[in-house]
């Protein structure tokens, strides 16, 4: 089965590009949940849309527009939800609602664009080229790199952040490095299941391992697996099929989700 996979080019690809995919959104995925930033995610994935039209308007990459557009809009976000944490989901909605529509107008003013658009919605792991997964290789290296780097500081930020600023820990510089980080995760995990289901494989992986870990490394560690089987299985059950793989891929993590919570109740229930 695997062999008669790999034996296209396209699935090595797509094999290659997942698994880069699924690194990522293990890691910062864990971030995004103890940090608790799944609302802020959810708006720069869709804020994202706003580059990716302005990148088809203006004639250049998608990949580097949506990124471009979608950091612009996560460090926007930073600054305005930083002290102010109530007011957070108005302003990330605005945003948010901004970069859709920017993205939805650009789109209609570039005759015959708006079908590829749709690639961005649901994702098109089975079309990235090689040059792109350069491109994505270059940002979870990025991403690795800094999260290895700043991991202390990371979770003084994540678990207390009063605490750490008193240390004297940068806690507002760090708190834009993460979101610019979980920006790069978004922006690389749309290329896999399009930016409508994004936040399921951000999040979902990070929550069942949430529940098995004792600390944030065996959590991330945890997680990344949970991702990378996720994404390849989705893979493989998507090709064999026939379906569109974003789908997939996000269908098998709910009923994962739904099987981790059974067998916790089953577990606490064993125990009573």
Known sequence: MLLE???????????????LVAIACGVMGSFVVVNKLTGLSGGVAHASYGGVGLAAFVGFSPMLGSLAFALVCAILMGFLTWKNRS?????IGVIWAFGMAL?????????????????????????????????????????LFFT???FKEFL????DPEFAQIKGVPVFPLYLLLISLITFTVVMAVQAVGLILVIALLTIPAYIAES??????MMIYISVAISIFLVLSGLMIAYYINFTVGPVIILIGVLAYLFNLLFL????????
């Open 5 to 19: 996979i790999l034996s296209f080019d396209f699935m090595q690809n797509a094999l290659i590009a997942g698994v």
């Open 87 to 91: 007011r957070s989901d108005t302003l």
């Open 103 to 143: 993205g939805i107008i650009l789109t209609d003013l570039k005759p015959g664009y708006a079908n590829d658009m749709m690639s961005f919605l649901f994702g098109s792991i089975l079309t990235v080229p090689t040059s792109l997964l350069v491109f994505m290789g270059l940002l979870l290296f990025m991403i």
């Open 148 to 150: 290895v780097f700043y």
């Open 156 to 159: 003084a930020l994540s678990y």
């Open 212 to 217: 098995h870990a004792n600390h944030l490394k």
């Open 265 to 272: 109740q089953f577990k606490k229930k064993r125990h009573a």
